[in-house]
């Protein structure tokens, strides 16, 4: 709704951004579905709906990964076929787009939720983060024809599944995950780790442990060979497109220029855009030892390398960056200080806590190690190596640190949300005098309801935390549906 009101009153910006020409009339039912949801199909969306509809045309559309625009694909021909006499294919696209990410957001959250629960081992924490995650900064590529809810409830999930203990169906949506997002790779830490800790804590079981390990070469070996499969398994789809594209642009021309429609034609002529299997040079990436194409147009078409953002003149996009950067600093930090020792032994040493049978629960427990590693590792590779305005989304569709600090600050520091319970502070006691559950009348059972409807009385670190949530959703539907600069 927002984003349509934003459409009807602000004028879109004329950006240089890809803009592909429709190849048919709209009929008075594809305007309509325009004008609702259109404001959902600016910038990359166009690249995700232009794939689904017609395919890797152009080299530069090889930078978005294949899974999410074939599930749009899928639901166009698929479920929404009844609706082809109404309306055109991009119009079936756009609504399947907004379908599905609707799901997809949903199931993230509900993942989000139960991966907190295990993890963190605070309801109340892990409920406060997924509502989070409900109003994320990153909300509008949640909701427009981007491929970060689908990757959030993919990654969230596997992360669920892998700390219940899960391998091979967190390795299944691990390497769904890789096929929907390039970022999805470095998700095979996460195994590596967790086959890592399982043998090194086997190893500290107690006395003598060693001579109780049965053939401790064959359960390195086993351990080994398993984390290396299930890697392999994350990178298989990237790998596999990588050689699609390779057969689609290095290969012999196929004559397909005979059947791309002319205005097609006419815009790769205008742009500059290289077509798919035609004749002539081939692309430099082509001669390459190992030819990636996803690297080459990062490097080529959108400028991403290290330290190449660092311009004076990008001073408002490091600015734009700024909270989500000094929050998952802060994390880090926070984390570091609180476990220094299990920080310095990478989590593999049990510690005095674990042995004794009563681990540390919350953010700063044992279980979130691995979890902050992952999103310090992401914050240093966006910040320095990519186009850093991203980093809002790139961390708020790969991480669930980012809701769980922020849910953390809430609950420890905010006195609204303090009750009698083991998810609350030791001497909290709940300022309204009921407990964040209560279904009283007029009293919401949502925290973020009541810590909204009563702003003033809430700490200036909770109007912070909210406020950068409030203002980044808001925002983001603002700018980013009339082609306007955002993160």
């Not at 082509?286 to 080459?296: I, K, L, M, T």
Request: aromatic share 14%; charged share 15%.
């Amino acid at each position: 709704i927002f984003q349509a009101v934003f459409n009807l009153l602000i004028p879109d910006h004329a950006a240089d951004a890809f803009s592909p020409p429709r190849l048919s009339e709209p009929s008075p039912w594809d305007v309509l579905v325009e004008w609702l949801l259109g404001g959902l199909s600016r910038w990359d969306a166009e690249h995700f709906l232009f794939i689904a509809e017609h395919g890797y045309l152009y080299e530069h559309n090889c930078a978005f990964l294949p899974l999410y625009p074939l599930s749009l694909w899928a639901v166009a021909r698929g479920a929404l076929w009844p609706l082809q006499r109404l309306l055109r294919l991009r119009s079936r696209l756009l609504l399947s787009a907004v379908l599905l990410n609707s799901l997809f957001s949903a199931l993230a959250a509900a993942a989000l939720y139960e991966l907190g629960r295990v993890a963190l081992r605070r309801r109340r924490v892990a409920f406060l983060a997924a509502l989070l995650f409900s109003l994320s900064p990153a909300n509008v590529f949640m909701a427009a024809a981007y491929s970060e809810s689908m990757f959030a409830s993919l990654a969230f999930g596997a992360m669920w599944q892998l700390e219940k203990g899960q391998s091979w169906l967190s390795g299944l949506l691990f390497s769904l995950a890789s096929g929907a997002r390039a970022n999805g790779l470095i998700n095979a830490g996460f195994f590596l780790y967790s086959q890592g800790k399982r043998f090194a804590l086997q190893l500290q079981v107690g006395p003598g442990s060693l001579r109780k390990l049965p053939l401790l070469w064959k359960q390195v070996l086993s351990l080994a060979s398993s984390a290396v499969l299930m890697s392999a398994g994350i990178f298989l789809p990237f790998a596999v497109f990588q050689y699609y594209a390779y057969v689609r642009f290095c290969g012999p021309g196929t004559g397909l220029d005979r059947t791309i429609p002319k205005p097609l034609l006419q815009l790769a002529q205008d742009k500059g855009y290289r077509l798919a299997a035609m004749d002539g040079a081939k692309p430099p990436w082509c001669s390459q030892r190992v030819p990636v194409v996803y690297s080459y147009i990062q490097d080529t078409y959108w400028n991403v390398g290290f330290l190449r953002y660092f311009e004076l003149r990008q001073i408002p996009n490091f600015l734009l960056a700024l909270p989500v950067t000094l929050l998952v600093s802060w994390a880090a930090w926070t984390y570091v200080s609180t476990n220094p020792q299990h920080c310095l032994t990478l989590g593999l040493e049990r510690s005095k806590s674990e042995e004794e049978e009563k681990p540390r629960d919350g953010f700063c427990c044992p279980a979130a190690f691995v979890y902050v590693v992952h999103a310090t590792a992401l914050l240093a590779f966006g910040f320095f190596c990519m186009h850093v305005q991203v980093l809002t989304r790139f961390l708020g569709s790969s991480s669930p640190i980012l809701y769980w600090f922020s849910a953390h600050l809430l609950q420890e520091h905010e006195p609204l949300l303090w009750s009698t319970g083991t998810d609350n502070p030791p001497s909290g006691r709940s300022v309204l005098g009921k407990s964040p559950g209560s279904c009283e009348e007029g009293t919401p059972d949502n925290p973020v309801v009541r810590l909204l409807l009563n702003w003033r009385l809430i700490t200036p670190l909770s109007k912070g935390i909210l406020g950068f949530f409030l203002c980044y959703w808001l925002l983001g539907l603002l700018l980013h549906c009339n082609f306007l600069p955002w993160t």
